[in-house]
């Protein structure tokens, strides 16, 4: 393993340089993330009136379209297609840093295969973190049971202790596992890993460099992130003072037009910002195992 890890400066800098030389094609797959903006422009102009929801009148047959529209954008539509944008963009990538030539469709086909399997994977993920937080709370809870079943107040007082500890012990073991198999899910998309293995391999390649591994997780995140609410802010303020200054539409029309800019915009800024973050990711994984 590398003994000097990629600096962060370096990650942003070179994410940001294979973003821009690559801008159209990472736009043309992230910006399938469009799709959701539009079911929930669609879903929000049938959505009913807060005075509706409030009054507890029977909705229309039009408004309860709008409110299972956007149920279903927000719980299925938008995860699955930012999942397989996720899988895409990071195949696309991969070929990138491999001196390969991939267009667009190709990398959406090939995200599009391995999109089980990352899943699988990303699943074992957020079970292992779960698994985290178990190890913490559940001692004072099994405590708290028993000494509440045998209406013991000395062992109502050890699982109060304990729940000081475990909360503490939750929040170390869940950052801690959550840094260890990140990487899990780009090695199950870019070399065909099963999720057992791609979790092992994660945890190998970062035990003993937990906190580099972490600034250059979070920091480039942060920078492109920060970039992303600058932008959404500006976007913001412009389509608010449109609607504003629209004084002759009625209260109701101008709330619904404030819910779908609020709701619309910060996809949009997901779609810039979605594969500078994967970038970084991927570019730390190569240094990793370089």
Known sequence: MSKTLISVGELIDQSWELYRSRFIEFLTISGWLIL???????????????SVLQSGEPLTGW?????????????????????????????????????????????????????????????????????AIVIGFGPPVLVATIGSLANLSSLILVANVLLVIGIFAALILS????????????????????????LEYSRRLIKGRFWP???????PKLVFII?????????AFVANFAIDASSGISTDVQVRFVSMVETIIPIIITVLINPLIIISDVLLLRSLRD
């Open 63 to 131: 408004e309860t379209f709008g409110v299972i529209l956007f149920s279903i954008t927000t719980y299925v539509i938008t995860p699955l297609i930012s999942f397989w944008i996720y899988t895409s963009v990071t195949r696309m990538i991969g070929a990138y840093m491999n001196g390969k030539k991939i267009t667009p469709a190709a990398a959406m086909r090939e995200g599009r295969a391995v999109f089980l399997k990352a899943l699988l994977t990303s699943v074992m993920v957020v079970l292992m973190v779960l698994f």
């Open 36 to 50: 959701t903006a539009i079911f929930f422009a669609l879903a929000l102009a049938f959505y009913p009136a807060a």
């Open 213 to 219: 591994v972490l600034a250059r997780v979070v920091v």
């Open 227 to 235: 970039f992303g609410v600058f932008a959404m802010s500006l976007f």
């Open 175 to 198: 950052i801690q596992w959550t840094v260890y198999y990140l990487l899990a899910p780009l090695l199950t998309i870019l070399d065909g890993l099963p999720a057992k293995s791609a």
